[in-house]
């Protein structure tokens, strides 16, 4: 299996984790950790999610970036 770590920007509302996850586990992806702050001053939420799957990255990135709040996704490409 392959494994990934996503950097995803969004706003700061109650139901984005929610959403974020629920994608996740209907694209087949297993969640493997989670870190998530909130910038107070400006109300934007930074997502740090680690995953792996045999299916590529991309199905999982086109998702969540069609999710509303969502502001930016990044892969980086150096998890392990």
Known sequence: MNNYQLM???D???VV???????TRYRGFLIN?????VNTG???GTIE???RSE???ELLVDQ???LIDIKEVKIDNHAS
């Open 8 to 10: 995803i920007t969004a």
């Open 12 to 14: 700061d509302k109650q």
């Open 17 to 23: 984790l929610e959403r974020i996850l629920q994608v």
């Open 33 to 37: 950790g989670i870190n998530a702050k």
């Open 42 to 44: 400006t109300n934007i």
């Open 49 to 51: 999610l680690l995953v």
């Open 55 to 57: 299916r590529p990255i």
């Open 64 to 66: 969540i970036n069609k």
